[in-house]
């Protein structure tokens, strides 16, 4: 479990060195007052000016941590640096993308917690981790309007992107962006591989403060969690409902090996049942305006970060044919 989960993370590693010059922006780091990483050290996020009335945002992504082994040991399982040495720029992100005109906030994940948490940790052998992940983007967002580096008010798009753990951000911060936009803004939000479909001891492994954090953060988009089953993905029509002047899309593979084996405590086979099941993201979202999905049967985890598995089809439909088709209001068909 543990191998397969290290090495489909090394590969990844590789194909975005490979893939980084299709990235190239003009990003200027900006420091976060009262913002963490993990381990403690100044949280920045990166920044590019293009146009003023439309902005992409993309959240990050890089597992999740809740305990000593898992945020510092051997059985490490995320980062708490300010930034990796591969920050998983997208293929939003570059200057050949389909965004490559408008403005861009990118924020790094640091802080092993989804973008969720808002509190610190004390693990064993005296490991202290802030989980400051949620707190970091509103912070972010408060000092980025206060120092005027964004009109927010002035947007007529903004497009919210991540993958994996960022696909979870992505879904959660829609509030967070929401309150500061316009409301004839054009909102798109495409979560790719967030999960969602995970067994039922998936959330026993945090610790109480955590799952505060979890429940708190989730319950503003009418997420409820409950702690005896991590099988989450019923809860999509009514984010999609809370959500209803979003155009969102979901990108899932049905057999994905890091959100089965690597996190979600369930067997591939098992993933694969859920996600095709009635209460699945694909059988959910098929008579929901504003929402569809793109669920191939695939053990890929993350689609939209290298043009490989952007390439890679559902029914016809490459996942980045589906992805721009959320952010052009198409939510009529979902893919399997």
Known sequence: MHSSYTLSMKLLIILLLISSPLFARSWQKVSIPGAKCGNGRPYKVFLDIRDSKKLAVEFMGGGVCWSARTCYGPGKKTWLNRLPAFPAFSLFSGNQSAFAKHSMIYFPYCTGDVHAGEHIAHYALNLQVFHYGYRNIVKSLEYLAQKKFIDFSALQEAVLFGSSAGGIGAILHTPSFEKYLSPSAKKILIADSA???????????????????????????????????????????????????????????????????????????RHQELIYSELGVYELTKNIANCAAWVPDSPTHTFLLINYTAGMRAAGKSALEFALDIYHGITTKNYR
């Open 195 to 269: 999960g969602l479909h995970f067994g039922k001891n998936f959330w026993h492994k945090f610790s109480i403060p955590m799952l505060n954090d979890f429940r708190q953060n989730f319950d503003k988009i009418d997420l409820t969690i409950d702690e005896n089953d991590g099988f989450i993905a019923p809860a999509i029509p009514q984010i999609c409902d809370q959500l209803a002047d979003w155009k969102i899309g979901f990108l899932q593979g049905s057999r994905d090996m890091v959100m089965s084996l690597g996190f979600g405590d369930i067997s591939m086979r």
